[in-house]
């Protein structure tokens, strides 16, 4: 939109965009202000405005030379990246030909392609051409890139499709003896592949890999073995939590029937070791617990208003860390989480507070 100030006795206006090739776009009203349609992002353009009475025109005004609206990035890309226990959304895109300019990453998703299930997540305005995102594990998403210069924002950009890593494979159970032994799982949503490792040596030992949803195998030790999906993006998180026959059970020894029975015992809270504010983000890191699959991180915004009503952003986390973006400046927020596992939650950390800055 181009505004100017009005002129004494004028009816009617008449706005002119040139660009630097001379192709010429036109508006027209009776307010001093009026919206110059067709305008190519980022191009630089002369406006000028010229006043009628109704019977005469003025001369066109000096030029004002200024750019439209940038136009959105192009070559965006996603590389996923595990750190610790959990993947990140490493995203890149081209820089835009104009100056002064700011980006804003978004994602939107399905967590477990559950259309139930949605996360919507943007970056903060930075001038920088990459951002990260932590990402929830079998999650379909979409990847926009927008940029922005003193003039506007760009248009809708077009989106990178893709999918994370997936969840690893849950409900593992073996049957028959352990010599041999059939392992078999759960579909993991996104999984291409499943490995078998054996982790007695410390090291990972492939036993087996399948597209499949079991394997059989020999000299069977459900204490040292574990099980993955994958898929192109990377694999999964190792599950070690595998169960077996009844009577299988009761052949094994104590430290066998131990590990069974931990599940239903109560979990221990996780310590959390530091919590650290960098802008509008905040980042938490805490202590593993014996038996836990996964965190409930709890974030409360403390509100100066005891009325509003203000939900608390609640995040499930297979690792022992995590960072929460677009927060809101100068805000106070309160942090606590708890251990899961299938049966059992523990109980939550006491809450520690931290005060956002000002801007990214």
Not at 57 to 70: I, K, T
Not at 294 to 307: A, F, R
Not at 353 to 358: D, F, S
Request: proline content about 5%; some cysteine; glycine content about 6%.
């Amino acid at each position: 939109m181009l505004s100017w100030d009005a002129s004494e006795g004028a009816v009617e206006y008449f706005a002119c965009a040139q660009s630097m090739d001379g192709e010429a776009f036109y508006c027209e009203n009776t307010a001093a202000y009026c919206i110059i349609e067709g305008l190519k992002c980022g191009g630089v353009y002369n406006f000028s405005v010229e006043a009628s009475n109704g019977v005469c025109n003025s001369s066109f005004s000096p030029p004002l030379q200024a750019g439209a609206a940038p136009c959105p990035p192009t070559g965006v890309n996603v590389r996923m990246q595990k750190i610790d226990q959990g993947h990140w959304a490493m995203t890149s895109w081209d820089s835009v030909n104009c100056s002064d300019v700011e980006y804003q990453a978004k994602i939107t998703g399905r967590i477990q392609n559950n259309p139930q299930s949605l996360m919507d997540v943007s970056s903060y305005w930075l001038p920088r051409k990459y951002f990260e995102f932590p990402m929830p594990c079998s999650t379909a998403y979409n990847l926009t890139v927008r940029s922005r210069n003193a003039a506007a924002v760009s248009g809708q950009p077009s989106a990178f499709s893709g999918v994370t890593v997936p969840c690893a494979p849950q409900n593992v159970q073996f049957t028959g003896d352990t010599d041999p032994a059939e392992l078999s799982w759960n579909a993991s949503v996104f999984a291409t592949r499943y490995n078998v490792y054996n982790l007695s040596g410390g090291d990972r030992v492939e036993l087996c890999s399948t597209t499949g949803l079991s394997c059989q195998l020999t000299n069977f030790d459900s204490d040292a073995t574990g099980v993955t999906a994958s898929n192109e993006e990377g694999e999964s998180i190792l599950n070690q939590d595998i169960t077996g026959p009844a009577g299988a059970r009761r052949r094994r020894d104590l430290q066998d029937s131990a590990h069974y029975a931990s599940l239903d015992k109560d979990l221990k809270t996780p310590k959390v070791l530091n919590v650290k504010v960098s802008g509008l983000s905040l980042y938490v890191n805490w202590t593993s617990v014996m038996d836990a699959t996964e965190y409930k991180v709890v974030i409360e915004e403390q509100q100066k208003d005891q009325q509003a009503n203000q939900q608390p952003r609640v995040r499930i986390v297979e690792g022992n860390f995590y960072k929460e973006n677009d927060l809101k400046p100068r805000t106070n927020y309160c942090i606590r989480l708890a251990a899961k596992n299938t049966v059992n939650q523990s109980e939550y950390s006491k809450p520690i507070c931290r005060t956002t800055g000002v801007s990214s």
